[in-house]
C-alpha cells in the first residue's frame, strides 16, 4: 500500500565534497545538488561525454559484493551505500549528484561526513508530498548463501533491529536499534565499514581495497 503523507524535501544549496575511492583508490570530486520535485535521487557521471545519469532505483543495482554497485549502460556508481544512506537518513528525496569517476569517495568510512554536508547545506521542503510504502503484513527475505535475513513487520512507525554475527571472538555478536529516522546521523551515521585481517589479500587480489 502507498500513502502520500509527507512533503519531498531537497538541499537548501549545493555542496562539493571530495575523497579516495575505496576500491579504487582514485581521487573523487562530487557535488550534492538541489533538484525538483518528483526527480528523487540520480548520480551523473560528469567525466563521460555525453554525460550519463543513473537513478538510484533498485532495478539498477548490479552488485552489492563489498559495496553496492548502480549499473546503466555498462556505466557504473561504485559505493553508493554510505550517501545513499546519509540521503535517506536525512529525508532527502530529491538530490542530483554530479561526480567526475565510477566510485564514490570513501572518506572515514562512515556516513557521517556525508550528513555532516547534507545539514551543512541545509534542508527545503517542497510542495509535492512524498510517497510512502505502509507494509500491511509481515514479510521475511533470507539469502542462504550469506546467512543474512530480513523481517518487516507491519508498525505505526518506522524502526530499525539490526544485528550481526561473522563468528568471530573479535566482534562477538553486535545489535542496533534506530527508533526514529530523525536519529541517524548522530546514532548510525558515524558506524564505520571495516574488514578483517585475513580478508585483506583475497580483496587486494580482486582489485578491491586500493584505497583502503
Do not use: W
Request: with cysteine.
Amino acid at each position: 500500500m502507498i500513502k502520500k503523507i509527507i512533503p519531498q524535501q531537497t538541499l537548501a544549496k549545493p555542496v562539493n565534497l571530495q575523497g579516495v575511492g575505496l576500491h579504487s583508490g582514485k581521487q573523487i570530486e562530487l557535488i550534492l545538488n538541489p533538484a525538483p520535485e518528483n526527480s528523487g535521487i540520480k548520480f551523473i557521471r560528469t567525466d563521460l561525454d555525453p554525460v550519463v545519469e543513473i537513478p538510484a532505483l533498485a532495478n539498477f543495482v548490479s552488485k552489492t559484493d563489498r559495496s553496492t554497485l548502480l549499473l546503466k549502460e555498462n556505466v557504473e556508481i561504485q559505493t553508493t551505500e554510505h550517501l545513499l544512506a546519509a540521503l535517506s537518513g536525512s529525508s532527502i528525496h530529491n538530490c542530483t549528484i554530479e561526480i567526475n569517476g565510477a566510485e564514490l569517495p570513501i572518506l572515514d568510512g562512515s556516513s557521517k561526513p556525508y550528513c555532516d554536508a547534507i545539514q551543512k547545506a541545509g534542508v527545503v521542503s517542497q510542495n509535492e508530498l512524498q510517497e510512502v510504502f505502509v507494509f500491511q503484513e509481515i514479510m521475511e527475505f533470507k539469502d542462504p548463501e550469506t546467512g543474512s535475513e530480513i523481517l518487516i513487520l507491519p508498525a505505526e512507525q518506522t524502526s530499525f533491529s539490526v544485528m550481526i554475527d561473522f563468528e568471530t571472538t573479535v566482534l562477538g555478536t553486535q545489535n542496533a536499534t534506530l527508533e526514529n529516522i530523525e536519529d541517524f546521523a548522530d546514532q548510525i551515521a558515524p558506524a564505520r565499514t571495516f574488514s578483517f585481517l585475513h580478508e585483506l589479500e583475497q580483496l587486494l587480489d580482486h582489485g578491491l581495497i586500493k584505497g583502503g
